[in-house]
């Protein structure tokens, strides 16, 4: 499976960004989905994960209420909304895939990994 994440980008605090991975397979609407972000001398932590069939999802505490996940599965592709963003989202995001269909927060719990996207959020 290869991953393609963009839509990272520059922006001001306050504003909103979509980033978008696309996945090569057929088996994509088999796949869970995740995004995790690694800022600046931080680990890698979760964000934010889709089941399957979209019914399911999961985010980090602290980002509840900002960011949405979504997928469109005759696309391919897993999206992350992001609302009302702030300096300390700034951060390389990664799209993953969860080959077994579990909605997983973990990072070592996925499979396969996209080379990211760069986030950055001016005050």
């Known amino acids: 499976v290869q991953l393609q994440a963009s839509g990272g980008g520059l922006v001001q605090a306050g504003g909103s960004l979509r980033l978008s991975c696309a996945a090569s397979?057929?088996?994509?609407?088999?796949?869970?989905m995740g995004w995790f972000r690694q800022a600046p001398g931080k680990e890698r932590e979760f964000v934010a994960a889709?089941?399957?069939?979209?019914?399911?999802?999961s985010y980090a505490d602290s980002l509840m209420g900002r960011f949405t996940i979504s997928r469109d599965n005759t696309k391919r592709t897993v999206f992350l909304q992001m609302n009302s963003l702030k300096p300390e989202d700034t951060a390389v995001y990664y799209c993953a895939v969860e080959t077994r269909g579990k909605v997983a927060t973990m990072a070592t719990e996925y499979d396969y990994w996209g080379q990211g996207t760069l986030v950055t959020v001016s005050s």
């Open positions: 889709i089941s399957p069939s979209g019914s399911v999802t």
């Open positions: 397979g057929r088996a994509f609407n088999t796949y869970a």
